[in-house]
């Protein structure tokens, strides 16, 4: 095993997986590299709370998504079939509208759509998302002549920082912190990269020729573990 890798990572991390890492002689820097804001208006809240009338189908690719409806909601109870990705998403969906609404889960937007598709009775969603929400979900469920309604409820904020120190690797959980992280920084040749999905990595591509390594399955904990296998 190698001795102090020093890893960059460009969203923040559970404290158990830093010292988890820290044990294996892997030490984590945490530098954002984004920033989310839920939306504030009047149209946003009357929307969602037009959805919240409807026993209707309900998609969420994002975690920030999930919070900024729930805070929306405020407990309020709804009626819904949720399809989501990801582990940390799905948990969210659990606590605040409960396991017995979720619907379907899959490992990325593409597989959820095709997932939804495969429901004969879903000819309409509402897909709460970012304003740097990427096309393949509702491009997929349109081709499928199933109507899609998209509610953006946060902003994705890019937030720029120099960086001086070599890192043996990047952990790059967005296309948006990808492109971010590239504005202002160029990489040594030997710095491995690791995507959380195929976007990320495609997103990474247009910047870098560096190893990139993807992550098989969504959420952070499997990104800061596949790091970990690779470097130890």
Not at 73 to 83: A, F, M, R, S, T
Not at 166 to 188: C, D, M, T
Not at 205 to 221: A, C, F, H
Request: with cysteine; net charge negative; aromatic share 8%.
């Amino acid at each position: 095993m190698q001795n102090n890798i020093c890893i960059l990572c460009t969203r923040p991390l559970n404290e158990r997986l830093v010292q988890e890492a820290l044990q294996e002689s892997i030490s984590i820097d945490e530098i954002s590299f984004i920033e989310t804001e839920a939306v504030q208006s009047i149209e946003v809240q009357q929307e969602i709370e037009q959805a919240a009338t409807k026993s209707t189908t309900i998609v969420f690719t994002s975690m920030n998504a999930v919070e900024a409806v729930a805070d929306y909601l405020d407990g309020q109870p709804v009626e819904w079939k949720i399809y989501c990705i990801g582990t940390t998403t799905n948990l969210l969906v659990k606590k605040y509208f409960g396991e017995h609404q979720l619907a379907g889960i899959a490992n990325s937007a593409a597989e959820l759509a095709e997932l939804i598709a495969g429901n004969i009775m879903i000819d309409e969603v509402t897909f709460f998302c970012g304003d740097q929400r990427r096309d393949e979900l509702p491009e997929i469920l349109r081709s499928y002549n199933i109507d899609v309604t998209e509610i953006i409820v946060y902003q994705t904020i890019a937030v720029s920082h120099t960086i001086n120190k070599v890192y043996h690797g990047i952990l790059f959980f967005s296309p948006s912190a990808a492109e971010s992280f590239f504005r202002k920084n160029q990489l040594s040749d030997t710095t491995i990269l690791f995507a959380i999905g195929n976007t990320t990595a495609a997103e990474i591509k247009k910047y870098s020729s560096n190893k990139i390594i993807i992550s098989d399955q969504p959420g952070k904990e499997n990104l800061v573990t596949k790091m970990v296998e690779y470097f130890t």
